[in-house]
């Protein structure tokens, strides 16, 4: 038996599959290395940066050497460099086990060869079996089918949010598995855990399978409008051939550039008859909801917390005590950074509202909030500035300002860890809320947006704050801007301030527990159920004292472009006869405006938000709208 898996080598770790993995990996507690073929600064301590040269045999056994497993996390048709990678393995020796770059269809069935994007790929696994057979080097691959968290927002993918088009391939009955980009990434941290179980054989991950004819009806809930193209799958594949032929002929030599390449992707995934396995719903592990024994009961007090207390406590989440540690260390030095540091980050640079606000700049009902705070998110492109035809909202989406690395070394990689770990979190709690509140599986995840964001929240009460007056850390609200708030009390747990209002009016106090994260709902979750969840109002009252307080809210994101008509889809199901509720007269005068709004999207509403609270942002990156969300009472 070999040892347990500790260091880790990702290959390709600056790609949409590698950069997630290294997240998720060193969240978990491996010890990760990222290399890449360029420098990347990026990477810092506890990751180890590393530059890869696949031209030299030395040099390559030399980067693995000390390694246990190397993830391929490169793009398919860098896998001739199999045998050279396996060939270094062995010869750094201690290397046990290889996950292969297949992250995509299943790259085993039989008759994947007929579609010639996958040719490499199967040949590459061919010399990895002949070259591991033998000796100590195991390997698993990972089928996932395709990336749909990533694909749709871009519009790579056949739903095209940016166009409202929704292409129809062949009958639209064709059923096929796909993944999250997070999911697959604990997938590698979970067969890395257990080798043993997973090794030599594909391993099938996904989150959904579907037919274009299910998800159609459920998109149109979600939001009205599509324009469905179909497509001839016969013409299509003829088509790709031809085209595939074309660049044979020119030589073409990056295949993934030239439309052939996806469109034989998109064939094997909509051929009729599932010749390819695209649909490989029964091979999906299980790996989820093992506790099946507690599940009655957790059911019942999750339901108990969400319909009836509105905010949870949420032990055993799972996420490594490093992750969490490293960034609760890391607040007391971030905020004490001088100002000027700090400044240069500045929220009002930032088109996405994504950087530092000083103390002192936010008001809330009304008073002036004693606090400061660094928002950032899941690093995204900035799809409006590339591509015309986006709504204005998407312009919330887009990358951080980092501090440089001189200021904050790992600060980065920190955030990014906990950002991930979180986003996992999150998605494995809303499997539980579903359930608990009735509702098929994944009926809530389509509610759920691409933008996940946090901040890094730090108090000062005033000096001279008495107990009659108390400085208002943040004035009592519901959170906006998420779906859901997982919200971590970073100080020693004797430092209070966080209360919740109760459904009798009652502010109650929610004091830190080591371990724990509290759960409260957001707006958008108040409306999709009709009221029967109630986006607890909270507050942050700081006692009297000489201290600091510090605070990590996640925000789990709403998809932007849900209008009101798909926040009501579900309002049958929470009809309020079945479902009792209530909330205190305090917290009912802090209702979501937005059914009442004129604005159509979520994301619209959003944004409004976002400007009139941060009006020098609003100024100076959105002065067309300004003046219309500033005025509109
Ligand atoms: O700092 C806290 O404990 C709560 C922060 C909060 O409610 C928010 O920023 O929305
Ligand atoms: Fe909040």
Redesign the pocket.
């Known amino acids: 038996m070999p040892g347990p898996i500790k260091n880790v080598i990702v290959l390709g770790a600056t790609g949409n599959v590698g950069r997630p993995v290294i997240a998720a990996l060193a969240a978990a507690g491996f010890v990760v290395t990222a290399a890449s073929r360029t420098p990347d600064q990026k990477f810092t301590d506890p990751v180890k940066g590393a530059v890869v040269d696949y031209n030299s045999m030395d040099a390559l056994a030399d980067l693995f050497r000390g390694q246990d497993a190397v993830i391929e996390a490169f793009p398919p048709h860098v896998a001739h460099l199999q045998s050279i990678i396996v060939e270094a393995c062995l010869r750094a020796g201690r290397v046990e086990h290889i996950i292969t770059p297949d992250f995509s269809c299943d790259t085993f069935n039989p008759h994947i060869t007929e579609l010639p994007l996958f040719v490499p790929k199967v040949e590459a696994q061919k010399v990895l079996e002949e070259k591991a057979r033998g000796t100590h080097l195991s390997w698993s691959a990972i089928i996932t089918g395709g990336w749909y968290d990533w694909a749709i927002p871009l519009g790579y993918y056949w739903i095209n949010p940016g166009t409202k088009t929704i292409t129809v391939y062949g009958s639209g009955n064709q059923r096929n598995s796909m993944c999250r980009v997070t999911t697959a990434a604990k997938a590698v941290c979970d067969i890395l855990s257990d080798p043993d179980k997973f090794k030599n054989r594909p391993v099938y991950v996904a989150d959904h399978t579907v037919s274009m004819n299910e998800l159609i009806p459920i998109l149109e809930e979600v939001r009205t409008g599509w324009n469905i193209v179909k497509v001839d799958l016969d013409e299509f594949v003829a088509e790709a051939r031809r085209l595939w032929e074309e660049d044979s002929k020119k030589g073409v030599e990056v295949r993934l550039l030239s439309p052939a390449y996806n469109m034989f992707g998109t064939f094997g995934v909509f051929e009729e008859k599932n010749k390819y396995n695209a649909d490989f719903e029964r091979l999906i592990e299980p790996g989820r909801a093992n506790d099946q024994k507690n599940r009655p009961q957790l059911l019942k007090d999750v339901r108990h917390a969400l319909v009836e207390v509105g905010f949870l406590y949420l032990s055993n989440h799972g996420i490594k005590e490093s992750t969490v540690n490293d960034l609760v260390k890391t607040l007391p030095v971030l905020f004490a950074l001088p100002e000027d540091v700090k400044d240069s980050v500045a929220l009002r640079q930032s088109p996405h509202f994504l950087g530092y606000s000083k103390f002192g700049t936010e008001i809330t009902a009304r008073v002036q909030d004693q606090r400061e705070q660094f928002e950032l998110a899941n690093e995204l492109e900035d799809i409006y500035a590339r591509a015309d035809g986006h709504p204005l909202y998407t312009r919330l989406q887009g990358p951080n300002q980092w501090l440089t690395a001189d200021a904050m070394p790992n600060f980065r990689f920190i955030v990014e860890s906990y950002i991930s770990a979180l986003q996992v979190v999150a998605l494995r709690f809303l499997e539980v809320v579903t359930e608990a509140l009735e509702l098929p599986r994944d009926r809530l995840v389509p509610f759920t947006g691409f933008q996940d964001r946090l ?1 890094l ?1 730090h ?1 000062r009460p005033f000096v001279d704050a008495t107990l009659d007056a108390q400085s208002q ?2 004035g009592p ?1 519901k ?1 906006s801007s998420g779906w859901m ?1 997982f ?1 971590l ?1 970073a100080s020693d747990p004797s430092i209070k ?2 209360q919740a209002l109760s459904k009798d009016g009652v502010w109650l106090d929610v004091p830190p527990v080591p371990g724990t994260l509290i759960v409260n709902m957001g707006q958008a979750f108040e409306v999709v159920t009709n009221g029967v969840c109630k986006a607890t109002t ?1 507050r ?1 009252l700081l006692p009297p004292g000489d201290y600091d ?1 510090y ?1 990590v ?1 996640f925000f789990q994101g709403v998809r932007p472009d849900l209008t009101k008509r798909d926040l009501q889809s579900l309002w049958e199901h929470f009809n309020k006869e079945k479902w009792n509720t209530r909330e205190s007269e305090e917290g009912r005068r802090m209702d979501s405006p937005f059914l009442r709004g004129k604005y159509e999207t979520w994301g619209e509403a959003q944004l409004r938000t976002k400007i009139r609270s941060h009006r020098d942002v609003g100024q100076r990156h959105y002065a067309d709208v300004f003046e219309k969300y500033v005025n509109d009472g």
């Open positions: 901040k929240v108090y850390g943040v609200h959170d708030t919200l009390q301030g966080l909270h942050v307080r605070s809210p």
